[in-house]
Each structure stands twice: as structure tokens, then as C-alpha cells.
């Protein structure tokens, strides 16, 4: 196995002194002031960290946030992330390369190389991460995040919601001991140290480091793949022990181990919410939600009911299991800043129906166990945390309705009805993604991607399901390294007529990634940036491109198939021989033939194995490729008065002819001159001789154009041929004072065109003029510049001129 050791050089206490941190922390208040929100949620996003390179100081650098380490050899010493026992080591920005260093230092400056603590984000971008390469070779240890808050205000905290996200930065394939864990310890005083005191575990929020299975390499932290969002809740107020009281303090602690063999993973945290709720409303199990009286401070519903659903800091838990009434007969909104709904509880799941004439509006969570069932085809709510067992249900069995499915990270998405649905926006689903009705289920993805973490499912409950791949979003989805195939069931349209899936597996160690596939109509000669296909292939080939990428570049080892429909084969296209050719930007399609393919007639399809690289795929009969020509050469060459032209081919599928085009005019404005006959169909090689009988005496540019029998055309490189003229043009007097001629003698009227520039290769002046056959005399003024040598570049009919001229 590939590993990366790296090590951690500790400090004993004094070497580099302890910062002395002020006693401060982050307060919850009644008002929000310039350092708080108030009763709203605290957040910490690391963003402060960008750009900045220095010394972390732990309650200092970021209020209320540490940063510390312990060694078991060193008896659980709390040491701050800068010491070493030589340079102290600063805080510096890595995307996960110094995972791969191979020994830890500090430089002079105090840089850190391998395992240290750093700011994870892209190269150059200011969304930044805490945390660090978790290697040493010394002792084993374990690194502290602590987030220290106390509520300042006059009222208790009921329950305290924790969510963070947890970003992987590099990968060491370790997995033992690849987890971020989190705990919590309150206290009535002041609460400075990481170790000391009783932590309570919060084992909901400990998240196990989501790509170790894949190649040794650093990863993209902020991707989907590698990033997991987790929420949690402390509760109070129901004689459980945790509630903050005025005055108290919370500090809410990670930690992760430092470890060569277990571990060394570049681990981090980001994006920190800590909610305090303070105001809670309570919704009776049954009864209009729009009506206050059905709301109360009791959790069965009773109590006090809210002023109105325009409170700040306020949480809506909403009771419930019917799963098909409209609970909303009036139209319903939760609008307070910091407010929202909550659909069900910890111990008391609750289901929400929204009916196709309801108008609900809130910020909503749904809990684990709850299910929120949505038949109104563009509902206005906005989904915030769903948990990973959590169902949101979108119903639409209309045959003419188009069903908004919202953007968000789901836990269970259920696509129920067989109405057409589309997503507005990206979608992460971290379980299930289930098709539940009897006929086709379709989802449309747009230009937004569909993401299915890793250990995630595609669930078809009945019938038959497809994802639409009408844009240039895909499915995205974990292809593991154990062999297993991974089915990616797409179309180009909500029929099944048009399901052209692909089916991935690989085995290779360490190979695992993230794949995404979309499908598109037609395949192209070539395909541009931005994967739009440029001059269609109509003969021989299946009129698909299956546009296939990896998250992580290299490591890769697939096996790859591909599934069509007979009417989506074209003219010429021979099922019997198919394959899959790859097309690579720069190279063109590879014209490898694989393995064949499936002349099933109702499963056509083709496979190909050992894919590294990725790109778009189609898949053709001919020998040659999806390409109908395959040009080796063109080129064209003076031969005594006239111009040769030559060219050969590889092979030729439907081939009808070639045309050789000229350019008297800097390859603009080609006009045909010649034509000659192609090979039709052929796996031979072939060679050509077009013969220029009355070529330009100037320079010339020649090209070859490619016609079909169905008229499709392609055009070779331009070749460019010299003039037959000596170049007539000098310059007198030379050296000279500064006023100079161009003097010339053309056999036809020219346009003289060209720059001066000096011997720093500095632009002086410009040459733009007509002149007329013979000889003429045309001004040259460098008389506002110094003495000295200047080059004279000049376009002429025979080809470019360079003069050189001394001015005394």
C-alpha cells in the first residue's frame, strides 16, 4: 500500500512561548451587536483565515476559536498549533499537497511542509477550512478544534443545533483512525483548556473521512464527494441535563488523531453553525397550521401560542402523521429573520402534506424519521437540513404538469407519480434516490447536476425510471473499486424509447471516484471546450455521445458499456462489428476497436475496458472510427510552374469526394480548383495527386475538402505554398540620418504592409501602403527616433521581407 509518512516536530513549553490569549469567547445576546447575532445563529466559515499567512493564536486569531495538540508522549500536553522544538510553524493556505511531502519541516520563515496544521481551500479561492495533515512519526497524538460560546443573554437555551461540515483534503488510504469526532463540555466558568474536565461524546456529528478508498492524492475538499454535512442537537428543557443557563458556557470541541499508519488524511472543518433555541412553538398533531390557536410552548401542542409567524429566533416544530391532508387552509408563511419549521422531533417523527393548492412558505427542516410530501407543482419553500433518514416526497401523476423538484442535499428524494419532474437547481442525495410508480418515472436534470454519495442508491420500487439528461447537467454517482457494476440510467428525453444507460465497474486498487454521465444526441467530428459537438457524423456510427468525466484526474481503470435502441443507428451502422471509440480534444477520436459488442437486438450494446482517460464516447461499425476519413497527410509544394497537392487516407467510409480549395488572401476567401473522386468505403490505405496548373505567383494557401455521399464535409490543415518572385524592396540611404525609401519593384500592384521595431523588439511604427507594379519609392520617417539599428518586417507577395537599418 502507498502511504505518505510525514512528521510532527513538537515543542516543549518555552522553547516558543504560549501566546497569551485574552479570555474571550463568542456571546449569545439579547441584542445583536458588531461581535454578535444576538439570540441568532453563531457561524464560523474560516473565510478570515484567506490570504493570511502567521502564527495561529488560539481565542485570538479568530475569537473563541482554538487550535491545540497533544502527544501521548508528552503526558496530554494541550500544545498550540505553531510549536515546534526548532522554527515555530505558521498557519499557511494548502489545497492538500503537502500531504504528499515526504518528511515535515518548517522553513526559516516559518512555512510548514507535510504534517502541520493549515487553511485547506483552492489555490487562490477565500473559502478557507481548519485543520490539518493528521501524520507523525514520533508519537501518536490527537488534534483539538474548540468553538467556545456563553450566553450572555437573560434567557435559557433550550436546545443548542450543531452543524458543520467536515472536508477532506488529501488522502492517505488510511482508514482506522479517519474520523472527525465531536464532544462538548459546559460549565457556570470560564472554560480555556481542550482535554481537561468531562467531555460528553455527540456521536452524531463524528463523520469518517469520505474518500479513503480512493487514489493517495490530495482531494477537492469543497466537492461533494468529500465533503459531509452533518447536523446534531443538544436538547434541554425536558429534564435532560443539557439546556445553557444565563451566564454559562459551552465549548463544542473536534478532534482528530494524529496518526502515520492510522490516519495521516488531510482532515478539516468548515462552515460551523451553532443555533441557540430559545423560542419554541410546538404544533398540535392535528388542525390548521395557519390558525396560532393550534400552536403552544407545551410539546403536545398546549401552552402559550406565538404572537404571530413573523418572530425572530424563533423554531416551529410541526406535530402530525396525516399524510394526506392539507393542513394549511389559509395561505402560511414563517417569515421572522433566523425563524423556521421543523418537521418532527427526535423522538416523534411527523409527516407534511402539501396539497397542489396549498401555500406554505418557511424555511423547513425535516427530522430523521419524518417525511415531507410535496404534490404542488411549484411549491415556495426553501429546504434547509434534511436528515440522512429523512423523506421528501415530490407527487405528480399529471400528464401535462411539470413538477419543480427543489435544490438541496436530501436524505431520502422519492419521485412518486409518473407526471414529468425537473430539478431547479444541484441536488445531493446522501441515501436514496426511489422511483415508486408503476410506468416511467423521469426526472430532468437540466444544466444541474444530480450527486449520489458514496454508499447512496438508486431505487426503482416499480415500473421504470430514467434521469433526463436535457442539459449539460449528469448523474453523478461512486464507481468502488471492488468490481461491482454501477448502472447510470439516462436518456435525452422522457421516453424509453431514447434510454441509452451506461454501466461502469472497475477493480483496480485505490481506483475508486466519482463519475458523472450525461448522454446527447448525435455524434461530431470534434467537440469544443465546452463539449458542443462540431460537424455531425450521419453514417456508420450510433447517433449518441456519451459524455463521461472523473472527479479526481488519474488513478482510474474502467470498464465501460454503453446501451442504444435500434432506431438510434445510423445509415451503414453494422452491429456486428461495433465499438467504442473514444474522442480525446487535441487527438481525435482513437479509433480502437474493443471487444465487440451485445447483437442482442433488444440490449444492443458495446464495451470497452482499461479507460483511463475521459472524454466523449460514442460508439461505431466502421474501422476507421466514427470518422468516415482517416487523412494520414495533405500538403502542397511548388514542382517547376505548377503546384502539386498530395494527400493520403487510413481508411474512407462513405467517402464521395475531395475538393482542393486555394487562397490568395492569408487563408480567407478559398475558391475550389480541382476535384477528386474518393474510395467510397475502404480499410485500405490510399494516396491522391491534384496537379495545380496555373498556380499564383504569389504566396498561395491550399486546403482539402472532404464531402460524404450524405454531403457532411470536413476540411484538412491549410498548407502554404511561397511566391515565385525575388522579393524587390530595399531601403536607401542606408545607414542614414533619418528619412529613409522603401524602394520596390512589383509585377503587379501590392499592398506593402508591415512594422519597424528596435533592437528591444519595441514596436515604433507601423507600414501601411498601396503601390502601384515598378518602381516606386515610398517614404520611410524615423527621424523622431534615437540612433541606433532598426528591423524592417515587411508582407510581400513573394513572402515576408526583413530589412535592417542603421540610423547615424
Not at 445583536?32 to 441568532?40: C, K, N, Y
Not at 498557519?91 to 493549515?118: I, N, Q
Request: include cysteine; hydrophobic fraction near 35%.
Amino acid at each position: 500500500m502507498k502511504t505518505r509518512f510525514t512528521k510532527l516536530f513538537l515543542a516543549v513549553i518555552g522553547l516558543f512561548g504560549v501566546h497569551s490569549a485574552a479570555q474571550a469567547q463568542y456571546e449569545f445576546k439579547n441584542v445583536a451587536s458588531g461581535t454578535s447575532a444576538g439570540l441568532g445563529p453563531y457561524s464560523q466559515n474560516f473565510n478570515g483565515l484567506a490570504g493570511s499567512n502567521a502564527y495561529f493564536y488560539s481565542n485570538t486569531t479568530l475569537p473563541g476559536v482554538y487550535a491545540r495538540f497533544t502527544l501521548d508522549s508528552f503526558g496530554g500536553q494541550e500544545l498550540e498549533s505553531y510549536q515546534r522544538l526548532g522554527t515555530a510553524a505558521k498557519l499557511t493556505p494548502d489545497d492538500g499537497r503537502e500531504g504528499t511531502a515526504s518528511a515535515a519541516t518548517v522553513d526559516a520563515d516559518g512555512t510548514p511542509h507535510g504534517a502541520a496544521w493549515y487553511h485547506f481551500g483552492t489555490t487562490g479561492s477565500t473559502d478557507r477550512a481548519l485543520g490539518g495533515i493528521a501524520s507523525t512519526s514520533i508519537a501518536a497524538g490527537v488534534g483539538y478544534i474548540g468553538v467556545r460560546l456563553k450566553n450572555s443573554s437573560s434567557v435559557p437555551i433550550k436546545n443548542l443545533e450543531i452543524k458543520y461540515a467536515m472536508e477532506q483534503w488529501y488522502n492517505s488510504s488510511n482508514t482506522q483512525q479517519a474520523t472527525m469526532r465531536v464532544h462538548y463540555q459546559r460549565s457556570s466558568s470560564a472554560i480555556t483548556q481542550l482535554t481537561s474536565g468531562t467531555w460528553t461524546p455527540i456521536t452524531a456529528l463524528d463523520v469518517a473521512a469520505p474518500s479513503t478508498s480512493t487514489a493517495i492524492t490530495p482531494r477537492d475538499g469543497n466537492a461533494a464527494t468529500n465533503r459531509r454535512v452533518v447536523q446534531a442537537k443538544l436538547l434541554g428543557g425536558n429534564g435532560n441535563s443539557v439546556i445553557l443557563a444565563p451566564g454559562e458556557e459551552i465549548m463544542v470541541r473536534w478532534s482528530y488523531v494524529f496518526n502515520s499508519s492510522s490516519n495521516g488524511n488531510g482532515l478539516s472543518v468548515d462552515d460551523i453553525i451553532i443555533t441557540p433555541e430559545t423560542n419554541i412553538f410546538y404544533s398540535k398533531a392535528t388542525g390548521d397550521l395557519s390558525d396560532r390557536s393550534n400552536w403552544g410552548t407545551n410539546t403536545n401542542g398546549g401552552g402559550t401560542a406565538p404572537a404571530s409567524f413573523a418572530l425572530d429566533n424563533t423554531v416551529f416544530y410541526l406535530r402530525g402523521t396525516d399524510s394526506l391532508a392539507s393542513r394549511a387552509t389559509a395561505a402560511w408563511a414563517i417569515t421572522g429573520a433566523n425563524s423556521k419549521l421543523v418537521l418532527g422531533t427526535a423522538t416523534e417523527p411527523a409527516v407534511l402534506y402539501v396539497g397542489s393548492n396549498d401555500n406554505i412558505s418557511a424555511s423547513i427542516d425535516v427530522a430523521s424519521g419524518s417525511r415531507l410530501r410535496i404534490a404542488k407543482a411549484q411549491n415556495t419553500l426553501t429546504l434547509g437540513t434534511l436528515n440522512a433518514k429523512s423523506v421528501v416526497e415530490y407527487l405528480n401523476s399529471s400528464a401535462t404538469a411539470v413538477q419543480t423538484v427543489n435544490a438541496g442535499s436530501y436524505g431520502i428524494l422519492k419521485l412518486s407519480g409518473i407526471g414529468a419532474k425537473t430539478v431547479a437547481g444541484p441536488v445531493l442525495i446522501s441515501s436514496d434516490v426511489a422511483f415508486t410508480s408503476t410506468g416511467l418515472a423521469t426526472l430532468a436534470l437540466n444544466d444541474y447536476d444530480l450527486t449520489i454519495l458514496k454508499n447512496g442508491r438508486i431505487r426503482t420500487l416499480a415500473g421504470s425510471a430514467l434521469f433526463v439528461t436535457n442539459g449539460k447537467g449528469g448523474l453523478r454517482q461512486t464507481v468502488s473499486d471492488d468490481g461491482q457494476e454501477v448502472s447510470f440510467p439516462v436518456a435525452v428525453a422522457a421516453d424509453t424509447a431514447d434510454y441509452t444507460p451506461v454501466i461502469l465497474s472497475q477493480s483496480a486498487a485505490n481506483s475508486e471516484d466519482t463519475y458523472k454521465v450525461r448522454v446527447a444526441n448525435g455524434v461530431y467530428r470534434s467537440y469544443d471546450a465546452n463539449e458542443n459537438g462540431i460537424t455531425p457524423v450521419t453514417a456508420g456510427v450510433v447517433k449518441k455521445t456519451w459524455f463521461i468525466s472523473e472527479e479526481v484526474i488519474g488513478n482510474s481503470d474502467i470498464t465501460l458499456q454503453t446501451l442504444w435502441k435500434g432506431k438510434d443507428e445510423a445509415t451503414g451502422f453494422d452491429v456486428s462489428n461495433a465499438y467504442l471509440d473514444h474522442y480525446t480534444t487535441g487527438s481525435g477520436w482513437d479509433r480502437l476497436p474493443g471487444p465487440g459488442s451485445n447483437k442482442n437486438s433488444k440490449k444492443k450494446s458495446a464495451k470497452r475496458s482499461g479507460v483511463k482517460k475521459f472524454s466523449p464516447f460514442g460508439v461505431t461499425s466502421q474501422s476507421g472510427g466514427v470518422l468516415p476519413v482517416e487523412l494520414v497527410s495533405f500538403g502542397a509544394q511548388r514542382s517547376g510552374r505548377t503546384v502539386s497537392c498530395r494527400w493520403s487516407t487510413a481508411s474512407e467510409m462513405n467517402n464521395a469526394y475531395f475538393t482542393v480549395e486555394r487562397s490568395l488572401t492569408n487563408a480567407q476567401g478559398f475558391k475550389q480548383i480541382g476535384r477528386v473522386a474518393g474510395a467510397g468505403s475502404s480499410t485500405q490505405a490510399h494516396a491522391y495527386l491534384f496537379v495545380d496548373e496555373q498556380p499564383a505567383t504569389t504566396v498561395a494557401y491550399y486546403r482539402l475538402r472532404q464531402v460524404d455521399y450524405d454531403g457532411t464535409e470536413s476540411f484538412s490543415p491549410v498548407s502554404v505554398v511561397a511566391g515565385t518572385e525575388q522579393a524587390a524592396v530595399s531601403i536607401t540611404p542606408n545607414p542614414g540620418s533619418g528619412r529613409y525609401e522603401i524602394r520596390t519593384s512589383f509585377s503587379v500592384p501590392t499592398y506593402l504592409h508591415g512594422s519597424v521595431v528596435n533592437t528591444l523588439g519595441q514596436h515604433v511604427l507601423a507600414i501601411r501602403q498601396s503601390v502601384a507594379a515598378g518602381s516606386t519609392q515610398t517614404p520611410l520617417d524615423l527621424s523622431q527616433q534615437p540612433a541606433g539599428l532598426y528591423i524592417v518586417r515587411l508582407s510581400t507577395p513573394a513572402g515576408p521581407v526583413t530589412l535592417r537599418v542603421l540610423k547615424q
